[in-house]
């Protein structure tokens, strides 16, 4: 059966769309994993690629800048992860960048992540090897995790025979909450504890108190504090010393005089054992005042002397003045 021209054209038709839809398709995932734009190679290395794969994206401070080229085990422990950047964002990425391996979302693809690093450092170029870091792989994390399960299940299970001793009444605190006679003792000791130590607290305020009073300059102690006052004091000391040192001279000096005295030796001891020399110096004291009292009377007689009582108002005068 020939095929009528309408349906030539309907398959001339399907197959140019088919072909534009391939054409745009390999455009897109071609664009996709940089294949017809300007890029450069960019080196890290890793222990653990975690799952991480050639195509996968690679993102600069959260931006798609690339994609996986190549992964290539060097050997145990090393893993060389070649990656296609693009040239407009290679100018932003320094040396001192950093490459980690994440996932995008909580499930999604495995990615790289290129942290910007701190501080001035050259810019990168095409085939440079920037420092890498290993985070914690899911594996890791849930077998920590089933580790911490298992140590939680432990401490529940300890926990669960503790509290069923107490509930018993076994051991120290069993005891004390099912005891109610110790339970009364022990609420007694906190009370006698309370009043203590509102005590100790008013007696703690009380020596406050003192220390308090103690430092003020209105009272003894507290004088002490003051330099000055303490400087007289040591003046007052010093002058002390140098007074008993010469009071210890005089008391040698009488005490050598006593001896002299009790041994019959100077003049006290003949005025004291003469009679008639101590009668003779009574006599001569009587009239000293005797003649004393007189010349008293003489000088008031001078002073109303028409002769002599402008000199006594003079010296009188002058007298006062100095008073003033």
Same mark, same amino acid.
């Given at each position: 059966?020939? #095929?009528?021209?309408?349906?030539?054209?309907?398959?001339?038709?399907?197959?140019?769309?088919?072909?534009?839809?391939?054409?745009?398709?390999?455009?897109?995932?071609?664009?996709?994993?940089?294949?017809?734009?300007?890029?450069?190679?960019?080196?890290?290395?890793?222990?653990?690629?975690?799952?991480?794969?050639?195509?996968?994206?690679?993102?600069?401070?959260?931006?798609?800048?690339?994609?996986?080229?190549?992964?290539?085990?060097?050997?145990?422990?090393?893993?060389?992860?070649?990656?296609?950047?693009?040239?407009?964002?290679?100018?932003?990425?320094?040396?001192?960048?950093?490459?980690?391996?994440?996932?995008?979302?909580?499930?999604?693809?495995?990615?790289?992540?290129?942290?910007?690093?701190?501080?001035?450092?050259?810019?990168?170029?095409?085939?440079?090897?920037?420092?890498?870091?290993?985070?914690?792989?899911?594996?890791?994390?849930?077998?920590?995790?089933?580790?911490?399960?298992?140590?939680?299940?432990?401490?529940?299970?300890?926990?669960?025979?503790?509290?069923?001793?107490?509930?018993?009444?076994?051991?120290?605190?069993?005891?004390?909450?099912?005891?109610?006679?110790?339970?009364?003792?022990? /609420?007694?000791?906190?009370?006698?504890?309370?009043?203590?130590?509102?005590?100790?607290?008013?007696?703690?305020?009380?020596?406050?108190?003192?220390?308090?009073?103690?430092?003020?300059?209105?009272?003894?102690?507290?004088?002490?504090?003051?330099?000055?006052?303490?400087?007289?004091?040591?003046?007052?000391?010093?002058?002390?010393?140098?007074?008993?040192?010469?009071?210890?001279?005089?008391?040698?000096?009488?005490?050598?005089?006593?001896?002299?005295?009790?041994?019959? #030796?100077?003049?006290?001891?003949?005025?004291?054992?003469?009679?008639?020399?101590?009668?003779?110096?009574?006599?001569?004291?009587?009239?000293?005042? /005797?003649?004393?009292?007189?010349?008293?009377?003489?000088?008031?007689?001078?002073?109303?002397?028409?002769?002599?009582?402008?000199?006594?108002?003079?010296?009188?005068?002058?007298?006062?003045?100095? /008073?003033?």
């Amino acid at each position: 059966m020939e #095929k009528t021209s309408s349906q030539k054209i309907q398959l001339g038709i399907f197959v140019i769309i088919g072909t534009l839809i391939f054409l745009a398709a390999i455009y897109f995932i071609g664009n996709k994993q940089n294949m017809f734009g300007n890029t450069s190679r960019l080196n890290a290395v890793f222990v653990n690629v975690n799952g991480l794969q050639p195509g996968n994206n690679v993102r600069y401070a959260g931006i798609d800048i690339g994609t996986v080229n190549e992964i290539e085990m060097v050997n145990d422990t090393t893993i060389t992860v070649v990656m296609l950047i693009d040239n407009k964002i290679m100018e932003h990425i320094k040396t001192n960048a950093i490459a980690t391996i994440g996932s995008d979302g909580l499930v999604g693809n495995i990615i790289i992540n290129i942290i910007p690093g701190k501080g001035n450092a050259p810019k990168v170029t095409n085939g440079d090897t920037i420092k890498s870091y290993s985070r914690i792989g899911t594996d890791a994390m849930l077998e920590t995790l089933n580790v911490t399960n298992e140590n939680a299940a432990m401490l529940t299970a300890d926990l669960l025979k503790i509290t069923q001793e107490i509930t018993l009444g076994k051991g120290t605190v069993g005891m004390l909450i099912r005891d109610t006679v110790m339970a009364q003792d022990l /609420k007694a000791t906190m009370n006698y504890l309370r009043l203590t130590s509102k005590g100790t607290s008013e007696s703690v305020a009380s020596l406050n108190q003192l220390i308090n009073d103690l430092n003020r300059k209105d009272n003894v102690i507290g004088t002490l504090n003051d330099t000055v006052v303490a400087n007289r004091m040591k003046k007052i000391i010093v002058n002390l010393e140098k007074s008993s040192v010469e009071i210890n001279k005089v008391v040698t000096n009488l005490n050598a005089t006593i001896t002299n005295v009790k041994d019959g #030796k100077g003049a006290l001891n003949y005025l004291s054992n003469d009679p008639k020399l101590v009668k003779q110096i009574d006599s001569t004291m009587t009239n000293l005042n /005797k003649a004393s009292i007189k010349l008293n009377e003489d000088l008031e007689a001078l002073k109303h002397n028409f002769l002599f009582r402008g000199y006594f108002k003079k010296q009188t005068k002058e007298k006062e003045k100095i /008073k003033k």
